[in-house]
Structure formats: structure tokens, C-alpha cells
């Protein structure tokens, strides 16, 4: 049973607060790039408008992506193939594609947008690729089956889901040394840190439900049921509310995250995946795999205030807006 709770008016107000302040510069709103898996694509949404920019072809089978801060480079896994596509986030046109291992699908960006960090889901191990060279420089030692990748806000950190280990793994980037490990749910899948680097969250696809963890003593302080095969997590910081996608329940549960209770559970499209927090600190674009849309949800209403059309079999697992 769900438990609707109020946001704090102080809350509200800082939400709003954001919202404004990006909604002055609205025309600098960054864009959303939607893996289509089905269609070897990827969607380009204008988040000021809401509308399709392009239409970008990609390489095999495309599921992983992720944004750097700034928005000038973007990386996309082709699982299907042994390749990462690198997308120019300025003017939205592919710039190549770069050789990895088979079956890629997990990816983050330092800050910078200098290095990528893609999860090889058969090597148990992470590429480490140089977006300058285009080469790949680094193999990280991972678990069995890493899947979804969080860099620390200082890049000093990658947090692997090792997803048949059912736990997550803290690495050094520097020295590429595990440091520490921690078991979580059931099969860990998508993973996602606060803006600070304290907390992080694992949605554990097999037990329904979501691990929190402190990163300061890895330490798993919270295990909140959720919907059933929750995929992927976006955490909103001004009012400490996390969002999960629920793939069988076509849902998103609504986590507060001091209680350790859900507040809501909001209905999507079918088979919900991945979930990108917008930088006004208001909505969140949902990627539904089998309708192929996009939902946007006001975070604070608490509302589904648009669906978007995109290719065939959209995934977009990972951050795939920029400007967080």
C-alpha cells in the first residue's frame, strides 16, 4: 500500500525556486538522448520544447548512455556490437564509433567529458576509453555481470552494480583497485548517487526493491520495497525523493527517501526502463522500451505532463540528460 506524503512547504519552495531559474535561460535547456534498441538510433529531444530535435543513427543494438555535465559529448553502448558511438552534444551529429568489448551496455562520463567508463557485461571488467584518442587505455577489474556504473561527483570513485554478484563495488579510478564491496538486492541493475556522493541507491531487479547505501562506510542503511523488476533510479535532491522504474508494473515508484517509505507510485508507459532527472530539479524523462515513448513526470505534482514518440524499443539506460 502506497502512502501519499506531502512535500514540506519549504521544500516546495526550493523546487520551484530551480524551476524558475531555469526556466529563465529555457532556450539553453539541454537535450535528452534516447537509446532505440530495435531501430539502431537514437532519439534527440529538445527538453526546452519538448520536442524531437533528430534522429541519430548509431551503431548495433544501442542501450547504454550517458551525458557529460556540460552536454558537449555524449556515449551511447551498442550492446548488439563490440562499439560505442560518440555523439557531439553541441551540434547533434555522431562523430564515430570507437571499438570496445561485445555486449556493452552500462556507461558514465567524468564531468569533463574526457573519459568514459563502459561495463563489460562478459569480461567482468570496465573499459576505461579516452574520447580524445579514441582509443581504449584501461580495463578495470570488475564482478560477474557489472552492469549499471555511478562516478562520485570528484571522478575519484566508479560504483560498479555487479548485477550476478548481487552487490556494488567502490573502484579507485586512479589506480583501478577495488576498495570496497558491498552486498545489496537481488540482482543490482541500475545504480545512482546524490549530488553530494554520500548516498547511493541500487534498484535490485530480482527482489523488488531498492538498496540505499552510505558511501562513507559502504554500508547498505535502507532496503525499500518497490514495484516488481525495478530497473533504473533518479534521485531528486531538493526534496529527497527518489524515482524507480517498475519494467512489469508499467510504474514508478516514488521513494521518500528519510522515511524509507513510498510516497507514490505513478503509472507510465509499458515496460518502463531508463529514468534521467532534468537539471531544473523539477521532471524527470522516463524511457518506456515497449510503447516507445517518453513520459515526463513533474516531480513535484507529481504528474505525467507529456509523452513523447521515439524509436523502436527505447531503453536509455543511464544519464541521458545533460547539465545535471
Not at 80 to 105: C, F, H, N, P
Not at 217 to 234: K, N
Request: proline share 4%; hydrophobic share 40%; glycine share 10%.
Amino acid at each position: 500500500m502506497t502512502v501519499k506524503r506531502p512535500l514540506s512547504a519549504g521544500l516546495i519552495k526550493a523546487a520551484v525556486s530551480a524551476a524558475a531559474l531555469f526556466s529563465a535561460a529555457a532556450m539553453a535547456a539541454p537535450f535528452a538522448y534516447v537509446t532505440n534498441q530495435k531501430d539502431d538510433s537514437v532519439t534527440v529531444i529538445d527538453t526546452a520544447n519538448g520536442e524531437v530535435r533528430t534522429t541519430l543513427k548509431v551503431g548495433k543494438e544501442p542501450a547504454g548512455v550517458a551525458v557529460s555535465r556540460n552536454g558537449a559529448r555524449v556515449v551511447v553502448t551498442n550492446a548488439g556490437g563490440k562499439s560505442i558511438t560518440l555523439i557531439d552534444g553541441r551540434g547533434q551529429q555522431v562523430l564515430g564509433e570507437i571499438a570496445t568489448a561485445e555486449g556493452q551496455v552500462g556507461v558514465a562520463v567524468d564531468a569533463e567529458g574526457r573519459f568514459a567508463y563502459v561495463a563489460d557485461w562478459y569480461g567482468r571488467a570496465v573499459s576505461v576509453i579516452d574520447l580524445e584518442s579514441r582509443s581504449t587505455v584501461r580495463r578495470l577489474p570488475a564482478g560477474s555481470v557489472p552492469a549499471g556504473l555511478a562516478l562520485s561527483p570528484d571522478g575519484s570513485r566508479l560504483y560498479v552494480a555487479n548485477r550476478d554478484d548481487d552487490a556494488i563495488a567502490e573502484l579507485n579510478t586512479s589506480t583501478g583497485e577495488t576498495l570496497r564491496t558491498v552486498k545489496v538486492g537481488k540482482h543490482p541493475f541500475g545504480i545512482g548517487l546524490d549530488a553530494s556522493g554520500t548516498l547511493l541507491f541500487s534498484a535490485n531487479v530480482e527482489s523488488n526493491d531498492v538498496s540505499v547505501v552510505d558511501t562513507r562506510t559502504l554500508a547498505v542503511t535502507r532496503t525499500v520495497p518497490v514495484g516488481e523488476r525495478p530497473y533504473a533510479v533518479a534521485y531528486v535532491a531538493p526534496y529527497k525523493r527518489l524515482f524507480v522504474t517498475n519494467q512489469y508494473d508499467n510504474t514508478v515508484s516514488v521513494v521518500d527517501v528519510e522515511s524509507g517509505k513510498v510516497a507514490d507510485t505513478l503509472a507510465v508507459g509499458e515496460y518502463p526502463e531508463g529514468i534521467a532527472m532534468h537539471p531544473d530539479g523539477v521532471h524527470l524523462y522516463v524511457a518506456n522500451w515497449f510503447d516507445n515513448t517518453v513520459s515526463v513526470i513533474n516531480g513535484l505534482s507529481l504528474k505525467v505532463e507529456r509523452t513523447i514518440p521515439t524509436g523502436n524499443g527505447c531503453r536509455a539506460f543511464g544519464e541521458f540528460i545533460g547539465g545535471i
